[in-house]
């Protein structure tokens, strides 16, 4: 790829990677006020946005193996056709019965455009740039999006989503100024490409460790506002100290990125790992707004380099022809971590609000460990 082509290709991943993340974020602020609205309970609000994750994430190992058998951009561009639709649809809603289906069949976009999108991401020379500059426009669209939604929906509930589905529809018509970069097209049958992961050692590694040193991440929105809490923090600075994370996120990992093509990712991950670990030590022992805001930057650096390198890790490990695949379950293995962690921090913070930051400690050097193996 001309240095020209490889620059326009690195902005066109990088806006869609802002828009699509910016449209499904924007509307987190009213979502659950705007289903209450329909006047239905607290129980049946938890349904709808379970029933909407279970949908995405049950689909994504399946629509990454479609990616990889009929073209990613034809089924990412499937997928942004079917979330744009169906955001519009949830803005003209009626009922919320209507609500429940529209928005489970939004879920079906969101499974089929987001491990095919990886699979495109992945496609580039310099792995570790690409997600990189994917990820950092993610983070950017998941800071200003709640903002967005939070001021807009001070006056409709229902105009987040009229901005999700243009969001959404920019991002699809974005997608179609990038060339993908073909691969041989997969024969293989479904179950047998998945037999053909299980036994793929090196990749089950990498997702192992990188499922620990998620737990980190996943801890942050019980932990932080538990222990902040706890030694008299306000709300607003709880959400500050929060935000520190999101916006060092956003604003240093396409550095991080070009270093680790010159440095290796697999060093970068592994150092980054025992830092982060010292980094929730710190947390562990902070009682103040100022040191937690200090940490939570850096660890925005640390763990985002983990999560976007050991991405790029696992990229590497498999066949180009079963990319988006094998990143669609990288991706559920790790978000499984949203699952596990809620339930051990609510459990280890009844002997004390900052305990769970000792215990992330040692997940982050257990990763730390799982990353400096020959295997990987």
């Known amino acids: 790829m001309k240095p020209t082509e490889q620059r326009k290709a690195y902005l066109v991943l990088t806006l869609v990677g802002f828009l699509e993340t910016l449209a499904f974020s924007i509307v987190h602020p009213v979502l659950p006020l705007y289903v209450e609205s329909f006047g239905v309970s607290y129980e049946k609000v938890g349904l709808l946005f379970s029933a909407y994750s279970l949908t995405w994430a049950a689909l994504q190992v399946y629509t990454g193996y479609l990616a990889d058998r009929f073209g990613r951009k034809r089924v990412a561009l499937i997928g942004f056709a079917l979330y744009s639709i169906f955001a519009l649809l949830n803005y003209t809603a009626r009922s ?34 690409s997600f990189a500059f994917y ?89 932080i506002p538990m222990a902040g809490k706890s030694f008299g923090l306000s709300p607003s600075q709880i959400g500050t100290v929060l935000s520190s994370y999101s916006l060092s996120f956003a604003l240093f990992q396409v550095p991080v990125g070009v270093y680790a093509e010159r440095a290796g990712k697999r060093r970068l991950v592994v150092s980054a790992s025992f830092l982060s670990a010292l980094l929730f030590l710190g947390l562990y022992m902070a009682t103040g707004f100022l040191p937690m ?30 990319r988006a695949m094998y990143l669609a379950f990288f991706d559920a293995v790790i978000d499984l971590s949203f699952v596990v962690m809620p339930l051990i ?7 004390g609000e900052s305990l769970p930051f000792l215990v992330c400690a040692l997940f982050l050097a257990g990763a730390g460990l799982l990353f400096r193996l020959k295997r990987i």
């Open 96 to 129: 919320f019965t209507q609500l429940f289906l529209f928005r489970i069949l939004q879920g079906v976009g969101l499974g089929l455009l987001g491990p095919s999108v990886l699979g495109l991401v992945a496609g580039f020379g310099e792995k570790g740039k």
């Open 293 to 322: 805001i200090l940490l939570m930057a850096l660890l925005g650096i640390t763990l985002g380099a983990i999560f976007i390198q050991s991405t790029a890790l696992a990229a590497e490990v498999v066949a180009a022809e079963a």
């Open 135 to 223: 990820r950092a426009a993610n983070g950017a669209g998941d800071v200003l999006g709640p903002m967005i939604g939070g001021l807009i929906g001070n006056y409709s509930l229902r105009q987040p989503f009229l901005l999700s589905a243009f969001a959404t529809f920019l991002a699809g018509v974005t997608l179609l100024g990038t060339k993908e970069v073909k691969a041989a097209e997969s024969k293989v049958r479904f179950f047998r490409a998945v037999s053909g992961l299980l036994r793929n050692r090196a990749f089950l590694l990498l997702c192992m460790a990188g499922f620990l040193a998620e737990l980190g991440y996943a801890s942050f929105t019980i932990a």
């Open 345 to 351: 921090v609510g459990f280890v913070a009844g002997f």
